[in-house]
């Protein structure tokens, strides 16, 4: 739950949290001498996550309680919730052979959710790659990847991923450009004698030597052959 405290004064005060399911506290936590400054313009933050796992759809109500130190002074304030998965996307990649998401979990509500990702070229549907997500809780994160099982032939081509929640809903997404360049050829060089070298390690000038080289034995062994 997320609590602001303003105070006029510097103060310091108990913090008493509780999170209620019906008619029973399924959470309790305090945290105790924590200084609140004296400002309006900067609040205390009191928020606190709940340690407890939620379940999806379930009406909870969360429950504060602040006790001065100083004279015992309290305030109470309550909040009810819908209990609810969510997450969201953070980061992607993307190239010709394949892409990625990481997704971070922003929920007490386990996600099962999944991503998918699909494939355009010049309004047409090329790829549609759906994958399950791991299952994430409030700050957890992780990445998923895919592959197109082939290399992009040049080109521009759209890249659109969905964040899919647990029961199909469209919870996040993201759109891309992905253009697939024609792959270069090796740079030819030159060796020390300047001969070319065409990238095989082995430059033309030495290619005809070992040439002739070939040549001049095989007929030395023909003169031979003669002489016998």
Same mark, same amino acid.
């Given at each position: 739950?997320?609590?602001l405290?303003?105070?006029?004064?510097?103060?310091?005060v108990d913090?008493?949290?509780m999170?209620?399911?019906? $008619?029973? +506290?399924?959470y309790?936590?305090?945290?105790?001498?924590?200084?609140?400054?004296?400002?309006?313009? %900067? &609040?205390?933050?009191? %928020?606190?996550?709940?340690?407890?796992?939620?379940?999806?759809?379930?009406?909870?109500?969360?429950?504060?309680k602040?006790?001065?130190?100083?004279?015992?002074?309290t305030? #109470?304030?309550?909040n009810?919730?819908? +209990?609810?998965? $969510?997450?969201?996307?953070?980061d992607?990649?993307s190239?010709?052979?394949? +892409?990625s998401?990481?997704?971070?979990?922003? @929920?007490?509500?386990p996600?099962?959710? @999944?991503?998918?990702?699909?494939?355009?070229? $010049?309004?047409?549907?090329? #790829? %549609?790659?759906?994958e399950?997500?791991?299952?994430?809780?409030?700050?957890?994160d992780?990445?998923?990847?895919v592959?197109?099982n082939?290399?992009?032939d &040049?080109?521009?081509?759209?890249?659109t991923?969905?964040?899919?929640?647990?029961?199909g809903?469209?919870?996040?997404?993201?759109?891309?450009?992905?253009e697939a360049?024609? &792959?270069?050829? &090796?740079?030819?060089?030159r060796?020390?004698?300047?001969?070319?070298?065409?990238?095989s390690g082995?430059?033309?000038?030495? @290619?005809i030597?070992l040439?002739l080289l070939?040549? +001049?034995? #095989?007929?030395i062994g023909?003169?031979?052959?003669?002489? @016998?």
């Amino acid at each position: 739950m997320t609590l602001l405290v303003y105070s006029e004064d510097l103060a310091v005060v108990d913090v008493y949290y509780m999170l209620v399911e019906g $008619d029973k +506290a399924v959470y309790v936590t305090r945290r105790d001498s924590v200084p609140i400054a004296g400002s309006f313009r %900067s &609040p205390s933050d009191l %928020s606190l996550e709940w340690k407890q796992i939620l379940k999806n759809g379930r009406e909870y109500l969360g429950r504060v309680k602040i006790v001065e130190k100083r004279d015992g002074q309290t305030r #109470a304030f309550m909040n009810s919730f819908t +209990a609810r998965y $969510d997450a969201e996307i953070t980061d992607t990649y993307s190239d010709e052979t394949g +892409a990625s998401a990481t997704v971070m979990g922003i @929920s007490r509500v386990p996600f099962e959710g @999944s991503l998918r990702f699909n494939l355009h070229q $010049d309004g047409i549907l090329l #790829a %549609s790659v759906e994958e399950k997500t791991p299952i994430l809780l409030s700050g957890d994160d992780e990445t998923v990847e895919v592959s197109w099982n082939r290399t992009l032939d &040049p080109g521009v081509y759209r890249l659109t991923i969905q964040l899919l929640g647990n029961d199909g809903d469209l919870l996040d997404f993201e759109e891309t450009i992905i253009e697939a360049k024609i &792959p270069l050829r &090796p740079a030819t060089t030159r060796t020390d004698d300047g001969a070319e070298d065409d990238g095989s390690g082995i430059s033309r000038s030495l @290619s005809i030597a070992l040439l002739l080289l070939l040549v +001049a034995a #095989a007929f030395i062994g023909f003169r031979r052959r003669q002489k @016998s």
